[in-house]
Nanobody, 121 residues
Framework: QVQLVESGGGPVQAGGSLRLSCAAS????????LAWFRQAPGKEREFVSA????????DYADSVKGRFTISRDNAKNTVYLQMNSLKPEDTADYYC??????????????WGQGTQVTVSS
């Protein structure tokens, strides 16, 4: 079973940047597709980005394309989300997720507890 712990959230002004990290333990990280989701207050959780097992394939929600970059360091069992040009609408709790599916499962098996990002205008 994989445990996921997010970090790196916090307050930031619009136009600023943050890098979220998600440390994984309890499994062979290269066996998992990793992803980031977010949930804004009063809204449903939504997909942000995903990266394949060895990082060869990535995918992004249209709302973050060109601003966010997902990456992974399998040696460190960590996945990152570099967020640039942040907007107030990026304010949300950000969650890391993992699944043993080869690519983009319909549901992710493992979830972290989330880290809060607040973007002020």
């Amino acid at each position: 079973q994989v445990q996921l712990v997010e970090s790196g959230g916090g307050p930031v002004q619009a136009g600023g940047s943050l890098r979220l990290s998600c440390a994984a333990s309890g499994g062979t990280v290269t066996s998992y597709t990793l992803a980031w989701f977010r949930q804004a207050p009063g809204k449903e959780r939504e997909f942000v980005s995903a990266i394949s097992r060895v990082g060869a394939i990535t995918d992004y929600a249209d709302s973050v394309k060109g601003r966010f970059t997902i990456s992974r360091d399998n040696a460190k069992n960590t996945v990152y989300l570099q967020m640039n040009s942040l907007k107030p609408e990026d304010t949300a709790d950000y969650y890391c997720a993992a699944d043993p599916s080869i690519w983009r499962p319909t549901r992710y098996r493992y979830w972290g507890q989330g880290t809060q990002v607040t973007v002020s205008s």
